[in-house]
Each structure stands twice: as C-alpha cells, then as structure tokens.
T-cell receptor, first 114, second 114 residues
Framework: GAGVSQSPSNKVTEKGKDVELRCDPI?????LYWYRQSLGQGLEFLIY????????KSGLPSDRFSAERTGGSVSTLTIQRTQQEDSAVYLC????????????FGPGTRLTVL | DQQVKQNSPSLSVQEGRISILNCDYT??????FLWYKKYPAEGPTFLIS?????DKNEDGRFTVFLNKSAKHLSLHIVPSQPGDSAVYFC?????????????FGTGTLLAVQP
C-alpha cells in the first residue's frame, strides 16, 4: 500500500481483557517496528522484526506483551490481561530494510484501558 | 535515563520568521538523527535526517545542524508557516547493531502565529 496502516484506530477495553493491534507495513518493507507513546512521553521502542531473523523484543515492558509477523508482512501486537498503564498510542513503523535508517509511521492505535 | 532530550516543551514563532528546535543527546554511539513532525491523531511524519559524518543537511525550508562535540542538534524552519504548527520529535539511532531502533525525545510543540 501507499503507507503504513494500522487497525483499529481506537480501542477501548476493560482491565484484564486481551487486545490485538494490527499493522500493515509499506509494501516491500522488510523491517517493522512497534513503538508506543504514553501521555506526555516520547515514543518508546517495543519490538523489531527484520525479514526472517529472530525479532528484537528488548523493548517489551512485560511478558503480557507479544507480537508476531506472519509471512513477513502483517504484524499483530497482543497485550494480555490489559492494565490501565497500558493505555497509550501504539505506533507501527516500517523501513525498506535495516540499512534504511529512516522509518515511516502509521497513524497509530489509541488504546484506552478502563 | 533520557538519552535524547528536548528541553523546550513548546515554542511560539511568528509566520515568516525562523523556528529553531533544539535537541541534546547523551549516547556517543548514536550515528543517525532524525526529525519527525506529528499532528494530533496522526502518526509521526518523517521530515529530515542527518548522518553523524555530516554537520548539516538541508531540504527546502528545513535544515538540520549537528554538533557532535556538544552532542546537540537543531532543526531550523525558514520561513515558518502556520501549517508547520505541530509537535516535533527528535530521534536518534546507533548503527552497527542488529536493530536500528529509534530513541525519541519528548517533543516540542511549535505554534506558528499568523
């Protein structure tokens, strides 16, 4: 597609429920990143996928967070047993490959945990 | 520990004048720096970047300056336009690793007054 797309754009959930957030990167981009932006904060790195390599999960804040990337394209970020502190905007970015240093972001998913 | 700092949360500038946004970093391993612009409810939009082998990069109205000895970079917008009003994020990455994850500052809200 023309740009990175994410769905849903907004998600409201109750504490303790699981949520799935989806990212479609730019076509042909092999590198995919997840970030989140909490209120008043900068963007915080969560996880990175590059082709078929093992993902870099070093930014995931707890084991309730997981992500997968199927077929080297679409990625899903899953948050289990959501907590109020998980409320944030979750942003996905892609780049052509790891040599391309500039990343292009999607519109984000605003997650609110009540 | 905030590795990328934007110490001015907001900046107000008259239309047609120069806007100067500043960013400081602490990690000497950073070798690539980027500026993103973000409108409310949208994802960050890539503006301009600079490699650590350069001290200046220009693209139209936007110029980024890098002072490695001071670990400081700045974004100049000349002339400023009302449509430039947005939050500007500075980001940095350290090459050579498996992940080109971006480390972001907390952003500066630019308001360009007509």
């Amino acid at each position: 597609g023309a740009g990175v797309s994410q769905s849903p754009s907004n998600k409201v959930t109750e504490k303790g429920k699981d949520v799935e957030l989806r990212c479609d990167p730019i076509s042909g981009h092999t590198a995919l990143y997840w970030y989140r932006q909490s209120l008043g904060q900068g963007l915080e790195f969560l996880i990175y996928f590059q082709g078929n390599s093992a993902p870099d999960k070093s930014g995931l804040p707890s084991d309730r967070f997981s992500a997968e990337r199927t077929g080297g394209s679409v990625s899903t970020l899953t948050i289990q047993r959501t907590q109020q502190e998980d409320s944030a905007v979750y942003l996905c970015a892609s780049s052509r490959d790891r040599t391309m240093r500039s990343q292009f972001f999607g519109p984000g998913t605003r997650l609110t945990v009540l | 520990d905030q590795q990328v700092k934007q110490n001015s949360p907001s900046l107000s500038v008259q239309e047609g004048r120069i806007s100067i946004l500043n960013c400081d970093y602490t990690n000497s391993m950073f070798d690539y720096f980027l500026w993103y612009k973000k409108y409310p409810a949208e994802g960050p939009t890539f503006l301009i970047s600079i490699s650590s082998i350069k001290d200046k990069n220009e693209d139209g109205r936007f110029t980024v300056f890098l002072n490695k000895s001071a670990k400081h970079l700045s974004l100049h917008i000349v002339p400023s336009q009302p449509g430039d009003s947005a939050v500007y994020f500075c980001a940095a990455s350290a090459g050579g690793g498996a992940t080109n994850k971006l480390i972001f500052g907390t952003g500066t809200l630019l308001a360009v007054q007509p």
